[in-house]
């Protein structure tokens, strides 16, 4: 520990602190445009100029550490016109163009130059205009407000892990670019925006909408993967105008999502507004009366067998809750959440959570992946892992087809015969496996979504418990899911019951009605004509093309709801704007619906609702935060380890940029497969 | 300006070593110790250029050769050109075969540099700073100081210093090179090194 003074403050401080941090400690803002504490150390803005005792000059406090004994002046004369100084250099080629940049209002160099800046020029010399760069649909760029921090490239190259911008040129002719015009690939591209001090960089579909001030802020969870990314949504009037990561280090840290971030212009296209019917095989606008009723037709004289209901990836917990509550008073035990057929185990908690957590990542020394491609299907998570990679002596293993994650991957074979290869100590891997305190692996969602489904999960458990992953002190077995709404319904129970129809069963109609709650990740189109087909959803998807009635619902920026992420952790989504036209709330149309049929749902308003919930499962009733660590019982999943099939794991994501009714919806997400897969793009023309 | 010349300098598409460069490689990357290879990014881009000057006669790096050079060290490609373009010496698009790069920083400007870039001109039709001449033989460029002031004004043509240059000497050498002949580097006057202009004024043998 270094003890030192920051303007007459004492504070003691842990070696290898720079005086900025220190300074932070001590409850002393200092200014800065090139240091992020995510990021490496570039000292290149000169902003947080502050002043030593028996240092001659000013120092850059980002990159100066402490040391004992040191007496730092954070506002003294010297540092004021060091920084005043710096101010005049950095506006001397920047615009004074902010009536008209994206950024004014919350640009870290207009609130500076409140404090250092001066409201005249001293330059008469011509300033310098730097062309604009494409960096595809997403980033937009006005080069010429660029400071030079150097934030986006050390982002893309460190965090990222997809090194596309460089600083080319040299002196006045430096500019940020990726010099073969790229459109930046990375998936986290969209948090070069949130970073950059000045509006350099922008958000492309944003450009031009919004003043910061004129939004609505709401806290809310981001609902497009699994991740369960902290986020504000912004809006104004009834539309959602932007979205931003909130910082939370067990989860997002302050990231966010390409798809998360850029997705939501999908919220206001090919949305349901209002109830649908369909008569003589064409759907008709209905009332709400009109729409249950015709349900209700249907439902008479029907055993709860030939009853069943699907919850899709974006539903909430209160929804499912409800529709979970509806089948049972309607004597049904088919119900499923698993889209994909994914042979989840839902008896045990652990066996499906990703229970090292995301922030245990770092604590973790090896990890193996199976059948998972972290990067397109938790690209948030996929950073947690390549930061631990980076801090080094992390060795990964990849069991599945080659793929870019944007760290070293060892590639361990392709298919779930190479678990046993693993385990039998053939591959060289199996011995960094072994040596590992604390080694994890992570099985993707869609392994499980085989004819072998079961098989892979118990000989994934099994490796865990033979590489000793399975300790009460520490819990290295990992699934990790795509769809937000999967553990929270897990966790309530949206299985088949024993004996009840599961998935492919009531696609394949082993039932005559089937309740869809959001349920568009699978071929909707196959399900024989004879079923009867209740679609309650936001957006008119897979699931609404083949519905006979359209309950129309709230997508997860209009509704109050829970969502459990794939580490177990329950969050609640706030509602930003109200859903359009006549769509309501979804646990409010199943308790509606209820009343029609005579059974009307206990609970009147979201607080009960929320009771019942927390009361179904613990996990909800600790809102934030996870249950105990480690894992109690090695005892594994039904299922034989050794009925696996030599087939290879296949990843579920072929288009990262649209997996969803949401981002289906979306033009800008439409742009980005247009870059970056044009061949998937025609494909769906 | 950027924008064109990375626009040109994609249009070649393929840039592999050729054998002799291949034979160099070896001595380069051995002066890096292991896991430090990117270090070698500079003299690889070197080798490169003077690959092509001796395979194309136009010695500059096209973005195919900058990304083998990424390849080889194992490096992102745009840290590659982040060097590539802060380096003057490296010609991002196609140059003549002599590079006449006249010196006119101060004690060159003093010494009549003027004279050098005016015959540069006169002899080779070239408008302005950058411009090939029309047969594809010059490239001239303006540099700051090459670090021989002594011998101002400086021509250095590719990798040769012609010194003490004006006018007449420009034009002579400029008439030889496009004869072929490449005359020798070094002074215009014939004086040695950069011994004093009009004879030695020390060690005459005289105590002096
Ligand atoms: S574009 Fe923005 S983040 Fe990137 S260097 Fe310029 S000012 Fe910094
Ligand atoms: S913040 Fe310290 S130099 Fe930029
Ligand atoms: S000024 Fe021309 S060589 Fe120094």
Redesign the pocket.
């Known amino acids: 520990m270094v003890k030192l003074s920051v303007d007459g403050i004492e504070i003691e401080v842990p070696n290898g602190t720079s005086v900025?941090q220190a300074a932070e400690l001590a409850g002393k803002e200092?200014?800065?445009?090139?240091?992020h504490e995510r990021l490496s150390?570039?000292?290149?803005?000169?902003?947080?100029?502050v002043e030593v005792d028996k240092v001659p000059k000013p120092v850059?406090?980002?990159?100066w550490p402490v040391a004992n004994g040191m007496v730092v002046k954070t506002d003294s004369p010297m540092v004021r016109n060091g920084r005043r100084g710096v101010m005049e250099f950095l506006l001397i080629n920047h615009p004074l163009d902010c009536p008209i940049c994206d950024q004014g209002g919350e640009c870290d160099l207009q609130d500076e130059s409140m404090g250092y800046g001066w409201d005249r020029s001293r330059f008469r010399e011509p300033k310098r205009a730097v062309r604009e760069k494409d960096f595809g649909p997403l980033v937009k760029t006005v080069m010429t407000r660029c400071i030079h921090?150097t934030r986006c490239i050390r982002f893309l190259a460190e965090v990222a892990g997809v090194p596309q911008l460089g600083a080319t040129g040299r002196g006045e002719d430096m500019e940020i670019d990726t010099h073969i015009k790229l459109a930046l690939s990375s998936e986290l591209s969209g948090n070069i925006i949130d970073l950059c001090p000045v509006g350099a960089l922008t958000s492309k579909p944003y450009a031009f909408i919004a003043r910061s001030w004129e939004l609505a802020r709401v806290d809310s969870i981001d609902v497009l993967d699994a991740v369960g990314t902290n986020i504000s949504v912004d809006s104004r009037g009834p539309e959602v105008l932007r979205v931003l990561p909130r910082i939370n280090d067990e989860v997002n840290e302050e990231w966010l999502a390409d798809k998360s971030r850029f997705a939501i212009d999908g919220l206001k296209h090919r949305r349901l507004d209002r109830p649908w019917i369909r008569r003589n095989s064409k759907l008709v606008p209905a009332s709400w009366d009109d729409a249950f009723h015709v349900i209700a037709a249907r439902l008479k004289g029907l055993s709860g067998e030939k009853i069943g209901a699907i919850a899709g990836d974006l539903a909430d917990a209160e929804s499912m809750l409800a529709l979970k509550d509806l089948m049972t008073a309607l004597g049904s035990r088919n119900l499923d959440c698993r889209q994909d057929g994914a042979r989840l185990d839902a008896s045990r908690r652990d066996f499906y959570l990703l229970n090292t957590t995301i922030a245990g990542i770092e604590q973790a020394d090896a990890v193996l992946i199976l059948g998972a491609d972290p990067r397109r299907e938790a690209p948030v998570l996929n950073a947690r892992i390549r930061k631990r990679w980076v801090a080094g002596n992390f060795p990964v293993g990849l069991i599945g087809p080659a793929v870019d994650l944007t760290y070293h991957a060892e590639l361990l074979g392709d298919g779930p015969a190479s678990l046993a290869r693993l385990l039998a100590g053939e591959h060289p891997f199996a011995a960094k496996l072994r040596a590992a305190k604390r080694p994890m692996l992570i099985l993707g969602e869609a392994a499980l979504a085989r004819a072998d489904g079961a098989a892979v999960l118990a000989a994934a458990w099994r490796l865990a418990a033979e590489f000793g992953m399975l300790r009460p002190d520490w819990h290295g077995f990992n699934v990790l899911h795509t769809a937000a709404a999967r553990v929270g319904a897990l966790d309530l129970g949206f299985v088949p019951g024993a004996g009840a129809k599961d998935f492919s069963a009531m696609r394949a109609g082993a039932v005559d009605l089937l309740w869809l709650l959001g349920a568009d990740e699978f071929d909707a189109a196959r399900i024989p004509p004879a079923v009867f087909v209740v679609y309650q959803g936001h957006h008119g998807d897979r699931g609404a093309a083949r519905a006979d009635v359209i309950l129309p619902g709230a997508a997860y920026t209009e509704k109050h709801g829970t969502y459990v992420n794939t580490e177990g952790r329950a969050q609640r989504g706030r509602l930003a704007v109200y859903p359009p036209g006549e769509a309501r709330e979804d646990w409010r149309i199943l308790r509606a619906f209820s009343a029609v049929v005579g059974h009307s749902l206990p609970y009147d308003d979201l607080e009960s609702l929320r009771r019942r919930l927390a009361a179904v499962h613990p996990a909800f009733a600790r809102i934030g935060s996870l249950g105990a660590p480690g894992c109690a019982d090695p005892t594994g999943p039904a299922g034989d380890p050794a009925a696996v099939l030599p087939t290879p794991f296949s990843y579920p994501i072929a288009n990262y940029y649209q997996t969803d009714p949401i981002s289906r919806a979306s033009p800008t997400m439409a742009r980005c497969t247009e870059t970056f897969s044009p061949r998937l793009a025609q494909a769906a023309e | 300006m950027i924008e064109k010349e990375a626009l040109e300098s994609l249009r070649v598409e393929q840039f592999a070593f050729d054998e002799a460069s291949e034979a160099a490689i070896p001595a380069i990357l051995t002066k890096y110790p292991e896991g430090r290879q990117a270090s070698a990014v500079l003299p690889m881009l070197d080798l490169a250029q003077r690959q092509m000057r001796r395979t194309t006669g136009s010695a500059w790096l096209p973005v195919a050769a900058m990304n083998e050079v990424a390849e080889r060290l194992r490096m992102p490609p745009i840290r590659v050109y982040e060097v590539a373009t802060f380096y003057l010496m490296f010609n991002r698009r196609p140059i003549g075969k002599f590079h006449l790069q006249v010196c006119t920083t101060t004690p060159c400007w003093l010494r009549g540099s003027d004279e050098v870039v005016a015959a540069c001109r006169k002899s080779t039709g070239i408008a302005g700073w950058g411009e090939t001449s029309k047969d594809g033989l010059f490239t001239m460029t303006e540099v700051e100081c090459l670090g021989a002031c002594v011998n101002a004004p400086i021509l250095q043509v590719n990798d040769d210093f012609y010194e003490d240059m004006d006018g007449p000497a420009t034009e002579n050498l400029l008439a030889a090179l496009r004869h072929g002949d490449v005359p020798p580097a070094g002074s215009a006057l014939g004086r040695q090194g950069s011994a004093p202009a009009d004879g030695r004024t020390t060690l005459l043998g005289n105590g002096c």
Not at chain 1, 41 to 49: D, H, T
């Open positions: 900025l200092i200014p800065r445009f090139c240091y150390v570039a000292g290149n803005c000169r902003m947080c100029l850059a406090s980002c990159a921090c």
